[in-house]
């Protein structure tokens, strides 16, 4: 009996119930593959999903599909490596009473593609560790499920290749904070930057990376900043300036240039770059760690957990270089307006590249009312080239995915990312807090939850230059390829446009060129600093982001005429 109800509500799903939240998308959510996978729409070995008149008389004949035979290796290769004793998944699928136990839990989640966690479209960009089934390999298990879940003669069996998963040696550093932290709950969104108890001495070089969040019922994000040396003091004044551990802050660790090294979302795997690739962390340097706390999910009586996220990292040995420096580049479109009821609300930002690099990896963000984001590359000739594109949102899985080795892909002068989000803000998609569902709003950027952002890192890699070259060695490239009106550029340019010091020293000498060329556009934009309270960085990117579109529109044609050249001549920069 449980076999039958299970097969008529499984048909249901297969005819188009949908278990997730409606988008309004006209994307094909049913797109889950990787791009070889993608138009397999075979039924795998097996199966028998065309055939609808086999006879299923009892036998463990070659007529039905079991778990020996068909359904196991493909548990074992894309299931069991979280569905294991010791897995994340909650129970293990390692054997046949296991698997026959959840049968129609695990047909419904394959169908409905909720499982396994794999969102992004297969046709957009050759991706690593992909971990979506195949059209065949779905019906595979929609036909062990319909047989009966069979478990058939282990004879059949036939082992998998091994699973293509991320595998890394022990870290070379795990680093944490003194004391761990327990999240306000009179502050729902609790935003603490942690500074982390070591000091980089001497120069090093990130490979990979890996944040273990404590409290995961309360961590609604992680990211890992560096701070450089000249701002250590700084960044040790603001956590003494609060009782205990660290600091509050929003957007940013609100010292230095806010250069990101690492970050976790709900799904996040280990980040490692490509070979003979890294992330320069300069002697002197410590790492602030950034939480995101959101206790809203909490039951009313429930106390907050203490919170003791640990960072991983792997490096280079000492003394060593690589070929490439690796940077993770934020494109935010902060101007995003979400009206209240609207089901589908999309909204779409260009843009420019800050000099020469290839990109090789992305990592999409959005909130919860998103459904659909994709970012495109548009190249200077007009062709265009999906990076990543994720046609069924779901905040609960997330993650920097990296291009194949082979598939990274040029960005450079008169290039552009095209970033488009859409949201449903509807009210039968609004949250539920406290047991009460919201009722809509005008919905814009923001730090909370209940805010939403549209948001896409790219992870760019550069040649290494030795130090002793250049302070601000790309910046002239990538000043020039900023469009006109596009001031995310620009700082982008000035924060991550060379070797430590550089945005200290063109960020100082900036104003002695704006003064005279842009005084009303300056004036705007510093007007808007002395009342942002949210970092430095984080104001110039959010907050007073129109301000900094005004002023490189004003700055752009007298900067690259050679304007600016007496102001930054300290920097090593002319034009």
Not at 245 to 272: D, K, R
Not at 308 to 317: I, N, V
Not at 465 to 477: H, M, Q
Request: with cysteine; aromatic share 6%; glycine share 12%.
């Amino acid at each position: 009996m449980k076999h039958l109800l299970g097969l008529s509500l499984l048909l249901l799903a297969a005819c188009g119930t949908d278990t997730g939240r409606s988008s309004g998308s006209t994307t094909e959510a049913t797109d889950t593959g990787s791009g070889s996978d993608a138009t397999d729409t075979g039924a795998g070995s097996g199966s028998g999903a065309a055939d609808t008149g086999r006879e299923l008389d009892g036998t463990l004949g070659s007529t039905l599909t079991t778990w020996h035979k068909d359904a196991r290796a493909i548990v074992e290769q894309k299931c069991a490596s979280c569905h294991n004793p010791e897995g994340t998944a909650g129970f293990s699928l390692q054997s046949y009473a296991e698997a026959e136990a959840v049968g129609y839990a695990l047909a419904d989640a394959v169908t409905t593609r909720r499982m396994p966690p794999w969102l992004p479209a297969g046709d957009c960009h050759p991706l690593q560790h992909s971990r979506a089934l195949s059209e065949g390999e779905i019906a595979t298990l929609q036909d062990w499920f319909t047989d009966g879940m069979p478990e058939g003669d282990v004879a059949d069996y036939v082992a998998p290749a091994a699973p293509d998963l991320i595998s890394l040696p022990p870290a070379s550093l795990t680093l944490g904070t003194a004391t761990g932290y327990t999240a306000s709950r009179a502050t729902p969104d609790d935003y603490r930057c942690l500074p982390l108890d070591y000091t980089f001495e001497a120069d090093t070089f990130i490979t990979a990376s890996n944040i273990l969040p404590g409290a995961r019922s309360v961590v609604h994000h992680v990211l890992l900043y560096r701070v450089d040396a000249a701002d250590v003091a700084e960044l040790e004044a603001k956590d003494a300036a609060e009782p205990g551990p660290g600091y509050t802050c929003f957007g940013g660790p609100g010292v230095g240039g806010g250069a990101t090294i690492a970050g976790w979302v709900p799904g996040q795997q280990p980040l490692v770059f490509p070979p003979n690739s890294a992330l320069p962390i300069p002697a002197g340097s410590r790492i602030v760690m950034q939480m995101h706390y959101n206790t809203l999910g909490l039951a009313a009586d429930a106390p907050v957990p203490a919170d003791a996220t640990r960072a991983e990292l792997w490096t280079l040995p000492a003394g060593t270089t690589p070929q490439s420096v690796i940077t993770i580049n934020g494109l935010a479109n902060t101007g995003i307006v979400i009206p209240a009821g609207e089901a589908r609300s999309v909204q779409t930002k260009l843009f420019s590249a800050p000099g020469a690099a290839d990109i090789v990896g992305v990592l999409p963000h959005m909130h919860q009312l998103g459904t659909e984001i994709r970012a495109t590359l548009v190249k200077a000739d007009g062709s265009e080239q999906c990076l990543v594109e994720i046609p069924r949102w779901d905040f609960n899985w997330q993650q920097f995915y990296r291009f194949d080795e082979d598939a990274a892909l040029p960005y450079g002068p008169g290039d552009s990312v095209r970033l488009e989000c859409v949201y449903d803000n509807s009210a039968a998609n609004q949250a539920v807090i406290g047991g009460v569902r919201q009722e809509p709003r005008d919905v814009r950027w923001g730090e909370n939850t209940t805010d939403e952002m549209c948001l896409n890192y790219v992870i760019l890699r550069t040649p290494y230059e030795a130090p002793g070259g250049p302070l601000c060695p790309g910046f002239v490239d990538c000043a020039t390829a900023c469009a006109a009106g596009d001031g995310g550029c620009f700082m982008r340019c000035i924060l991550g446009g060379g070797s430590t010091g550089c945005a200290s020293c063109l960020g100082g000498a900036l104003p002695d060129c704006v003064r005279p060329t842009c005084p009303l556009q300056g004036l705007g934009l510093n007007q808007c600093m002395s009342g942002c309270t949210d970092g430095q960085v984080t104001c110039l990117t959010t907050t007073c982001a129109p301000q900094v579109d005004a002023l490189w529109s004003c700055l752009r044609d007298p900067l690259l005429a050679g304007a600016c050249n007496t102001a930054f001549e300290s920097c090593g920069v002319g034009f």
